[in-house]
């Protein structure tokens, strides 16, 4: 059997076998094509954004949805994580971003996706958001903790940004 998300062979659609890799252990392999097939994943970027003062956070709120998450988006093909920051945060609130610093993954399991966590630090408090924000709010940074989604992924990477020590 083979993981989950990669059953067939996406050259040929014959169904995967597990067998053994030297060097890699039990990996999807296709009979028929004579190939081992790794398993593939979504790209995404994941992005707390704040002011030029670091003292606020911006959380939006999307599809219908009435909760506050981070800015996030897909990579698009021939793209590199932090060109995808910075056009999401253009394309979704209109701001452009000064400064970036890449926090950390994890692997999001609903949607197949490894998700990259950014700060970003934006040239103003002025979005102009897209259709895709429902609505977006700044807020302190002890309000941006209690505002964000309890229990999502969003709040992992805030919180984790957050209460990472001070480092020099």
């Known amino acids: 059997?083979?993981?989950?998300?990669?059953?067939?062979?996406?050259?040929?659609?014959?169904?995967?076998?597990?067998?053994a890799l030297e060097g890699e252990g039990i990996?999807?392999?296709?009979?028929h094509c004579g190939d081992y097939r790794f398993p593939f994943f979504n790209t995404a970027v994941?992005?707390?954004?704040?002011?030029?003062?670091?003292?606020?956070?911006?959380?939006?709120k999307q599809y219908g949805r009435d909760?506050?998450?981070l800015v996030a988006g897909y990579i698009n093909k021939g793209e590199n994580a932090e060109t995808a920051v910075c056009r999401e945060v253009m394309e979704?609130?209109?701001?452009?971003?000064?400064?970036?610093?890449?926090n950390r993954t994890e692997y999001y399991a609903?949607?197949?996706?490894?998700?990259?966590?950014?700060?970003?630090?934006?040239?103003s408090e002025a979005a102009e958001p897209n259709r895709e924000i429902?609505?977006?709010?700044?807020?302190?940074?002890?309000?941006?903790?209690?505002?964000?989604f309890a229990g999502s992924l969003a709040q992992r990477f805030l919180y984790g940004y957050l209460d990472e020590p001070e480092t020099t």
């Open 134 to 148: 429902d609505s977006w709010a700044w807020f302190s940074i002890e309000e941006a903790r209690k505002n964000i």
């Open 92 to 102: 979704e609130l209109g701001l452009k971003v000064e400064s970036l610093r890449f």
């Open 67 to 69: 909760h506050y998450i």
């Open 46 to 60: 994941s992005m707390i954004v704040m002011n030029r003062t670091k003292d606020k956070i911006l959380l939006i």
């Open 110 to 123: 609903p949607s197949n996706t490894l998700m990259e966590n950014f700060t970003v630090i934006v040239d």
């Open 1 to 19: 059997m083979a993981q989950p998300g990669l059953k067939y062979c996406p050259e040929c659609g014959t169904k995967l076998i597990m067998k």
């Open 27 to 31: 990996v999807p392999y296709c009979e």
